[in-house]
Nanobody, 124 residues
Framework: QVQLVESGGGLVQAGGSLRLSCAAS????????MGWFRQAPGKEREFVSA????????YYADSVKGRFTISRDNAKNTVYLQMNSLKLEDTFVYYC?????????????????WGQGTQVTVSS
């Protein structure tokens, strides 16, 4: 069992930066693929980024490539999402997720555990 708790969301002006953190419980955190997804009210959850258990492989949605960076610290059981050059259209609830496999890192259905989400609001 893995429990995930996101933090770091908030209100930021367009062009600004935020760093999301996701703290995981459980001794097997380092064996999980970790992902970030985001969701607007009434819309489907969309993939943002994923990182393999070693951190050696990362994957990004085209909409955030070059602006967002995913990283992980297995010693701290934490995964991060550094978000730079934020745009109004990045306003979502952001969710952290853990998957036992790397098979479909951009597919929400491949993830086994989810956090409760953290709101990111980008203002003009």
């Amino acid at each position: 069992q893995v429990q995930l708790v996101e933090s770091g969301g908030g209100l930021v002006q367009a062009g600004g930066s935020l760093r999301l953190s996701c703290a995981a419980s459980g001794r097997t955190f380092s064996s999980y693929t970790m992902g970030w997804f985001r969701q607007a009210p009434g819309k489907e959850r969309e993939f943002v980024s994923a990182i393999s258990w070693t951190g050696g492989s990362t994957y990004y949605a085209d909409s955030v490539k070059g602006r967002f960076t995913i990283s992980r610290d297995n010693a701290k059981n934490t995964v991060y999402l550094q978000m730079n050059s934020l745009k109004l259209e990045d306003t979502f609830v952001y969710y952290c997720a853990a998957a036992r496999r790397w098979s479909r890192p951009d597919n929400a259905g491949a993830y086994d555990y989810w956090g409760q989400g953290t709101q990111v609001t980008v203002s003009s």
